[in-house]
């Protein structure tokens, strides 16, 4: 079901800026450790360089900010932090999907034989 | 305590990414081609032992140089719609260029919607109205502020009107670049 896979594709594309922005609520964090947590979640993200694309834009939309520090290994690191505007983003992504995600479930649970 | 082909298949994956990345702004490129190398780095720090394999799944992992291309100029075609419709800036911008052009000109550059190479053609192709011929003036001024001129015996009004329509074509330029963002915008978020 080739128009399935493109749509779950699409929707998972969108859905992946928030899950990023989500993690770095708690703590900036560095493209590889996102890469880690990201990947402890299944399908989620499917190929891991990807994300580097998806940064580089939220930064652009200030939604994230970056910063090198340097690493234990004496390496320094691209870290990426939530801006102001990336947590209102996030606050808004978070009412919308709870809303969206009950809108649907509902109708699939109501659309079972 | 590399991989005995490490050079061979971080550097052969790095030449399929930039070549893929041709056409992306160099920027971006350069980004890009950065952070892949220093996940790449980070990948094999954590390595206890590295092996041709691991460097393998460490590539395949990242994705094909080709998708990775794709998903850079994607996201390049959202960020420069991205909730950047026009407003009331956009359409004085336009509409002040063909009429008073520094005007416009100040507008268009503190709108947030065309990119700045967009802002440099409009403003250019509106600037050869300005530095040519005498002239603030843009066909509607033009004429008044023209006849004025030339009884301080300024240069001849004739050419005044007549390059206003670089300003014109300034105006269009910069609409037919907001409509294509537009037609961007409409496609991305589908």
Redesign the interface.
């Known amino acids: 079901m080739p128009c399935v896979d493109a749509a779950v594709t699409q929707m998972r594309k969108g859905l992946l800026e928030y899950c990023v922005m989500a993690l770095l609520v708690s703590a900036p964090r560095?493209?590889?450790e996102l890469?880690n947590q990201l990947a402890k979640v299944d399908g989620m993200l499917?190929?891991?360089?990807?994300i580097?694309?998806?940064?580089?834009?939220l930064r652009?939309?200030r939604l994230v900010a970056t910063e090198w520090r340097e690493s234990s290994?004496g390496?320094p690191?691209?870290y990426y932090r939530l801006t102001i505007e990336g947590d209102q983003a996030l606050a808004s992504f978070r009412r919308q999907w709870a809303t969206l995600r009950s809108a649907v479930d509902e109708i699939l649970k109501g659309g079972k034989p | 305590m590399s991989g005995p082909h490490a050079t061979q298949i971080i550097e052969g994956y790095v030449a399929r990414l930039e070549a893929e990345l041709a056409g992306l702004p160099a920027d971006?490129r350069r980004?890009?081609v950065q952070?892949?190398r220093?996940?790449i780095?980070?990948?094999r720090?954590a390595l206890e032992q590295e092996s041709d394999a691991d460097l393998h799944n460490i590539v395949d992992?990242?994705?094909?140089p080709a998708?990775?291309a794709r998903?850079?100029r994607?996201?390049?075609e959202?960020?420069r719609s991205?909730g950047q419709h026009w407003g009331w800036i956009e359409v004085a911008g336009i509409v002040l260029t063909i009429l008073v052009w520094p005007a416009g000109a100040i507008l268009v550059w503190l709108s947030r919607v065309w990119s700045r190479q967009e802002k440099l053609i409009g403003t250019l192709i509106g600037a050869v109205a300005f530095v040519i011929g005498f002239p603030l003036f843009g066909p509607l001024v033009g004429p008044t502020l023209g006849r004025l001129v030339q009884t301080l015996g300024g240069p001849t009004p004739l050419l005044i009107p007549t390059l206003g329509f670089f300003n014109v074509i300034g105006a269009i330029y910069l609409a037919f670049r907001l409509s294509r963002r537009e037609t961007a915008l409409s496609r991305v978020t589908v």
């Open positions: 560095y493209g590889y890469v499917t190929t891991e360089g990807t580097y694309p998806l940064l580089a834009r652009r939309d290994g390496h690191r691209k | 971006r980004e890009l952070d892949v220093d996940h780095g980070e990948s720090a992992r990242l994705g094909e998708e990775l998903e850079a994607e996201r390049e959202v960020k991205n």
